[in-house]
């Protein structure tokens, strides 16, 4: 999974990100990412919009299940689930 958090905010070099894991950790349902700033974020100019994409699905991901296809989800809502291969 990639999940980009905000937009425009690579010009920030990590300030407002506290980042909790690293790639190729594995993670539970409810384990903390990252921790982020809104208000430093916002007060930046950028956009808190997380796009989360899901590569190598094929290979990856034996099946997910939407929990929420809102335009807008809240902090700690369930999004969606899945189970890998």
Known sequence: MIIHV???TVE???EGFDIL???GDTVKVGYPLSNI???FTKS???KVVTPVLITNYEDKV???HLENNSLRVKCKE????????
Not at 79 to 84: F, T
């Open 62 to 64: 034996k099946s997910f």
């Open 78 to 85: 369930l999004v969606l689930k899945c189970e890998l291969k």
């Open 12 to 14: 920030l070099n990590g």
């Open 6 to 8: 905000g937009l425009d």
């Open 44 to 46: 930046s100019n950028k």
């Open 21 to 23: 894991v690293k790639e």
């Open 37 to 39: 700033d809104l208000e």
